[in-house]
């Protein structure tokens, strides 16, 4: 699977969007992008996933590069219960695993 | 989405004895399962593959005579922490595949071991 990179932190005011960055350089050609997040204590939770179109569905918006090496998760609205560490991961489509990197950690305030 | 639950959501055991985890997929049906353990302040990562009906497939540096596996249905998998030491405490994940491709994780459950 392709490596993605993430920055460690990001801080957002509640009700504003939030849009999280990820680099994915080395992406293959059949490689999806998908988003998770981890709830402190919690399991991850999927949010969206995409090949090459921009995807939206009810919880965020998921933008990626017409070159594929980057895409950005947007949360429009974030709210309190959006605080998590947010994953971006690049893999082949299919029932392969997995592979977590360190994520951002979104801290959304009043 | 489909609802993955696990079971017990924390346990406290004391060191040298084993400790089993139950993963069920409530909705729906999983051939695949998938563990993770996630130590403080860490990612997450694979510890083994749960397949139903034959062997689990663990991932390099799990000891499967130590964290055994049984995909006893296609709706439970369980993973048996045997001899528990305090360094296997943990915070133990598993997830299952969706029709979407998309993977449902269960609650967790924190292993204490004193």
């Known amino acids: 699977d392709a490596k993605t990179t993430q920055p460690p932190s990001m801080d957002c005011a509640e009700g504003r969007a939030a849009n999280l960055p990820c680099n994915h350089s080395?992406?293959?050609?059949?490689?999806?992008v998908y988003w998770y997040r981890q709830i402190h204590s919690q399991g991850p939770q999927y949010i969206i996933h995409g090949l090459k179109n921009n995807e939206t569905n009810e919880m965020a918006s998921l933008i990626i590069t017409e070159d594929r090496k980057s895409s950005t998760l947007i949360l429009p609205h974030a709210t309190l219960r959006d605080t998590a560490v947010y994953y971006c991961i690049v893999r082949v489509s299919g029932y392969s695993t997995l592979t977590f990197g360190k994520g951002t950690m979104l801290l959304v305030s009043p | 989405g489909a609802v993955v639950s696990q079971h017990p959501s924390r346990v406290i055991c004391k060191s040298g004895t084993s400790v089993k985890i139950e993963c069920r997929s409530l909705d729906f049906q999983a051939t695949t399962m998938f563990w993770y353990r996630q130590f403080p302040k860490k990612s997450l990562m694979l510890m083994a593959t749960s397949n139903e009906g034959s062997k689990a497939t663990y991932e390099q540096g799990v000891e499967k005579d130590k964290f055994l596996i049984n995909h006893a249905s296609l709706t439970l998998s369980t993973l048996t922490v045997t001899s528990a030491h305090p360094e296997d405490s943990s915070f133990y994940i598993c997830?299952?595949?969706?029709?979407?491709?998309?993977?449902?994780f269960g609650p967790g459950t924190r292993l204490t071991v004193l």
């Open positions: 080395t992406i293959s050609g059949n490689e999806y």
């Open positions: 997830s299952a595949p969706g029709t979407m491709d998309e993977q449902f």
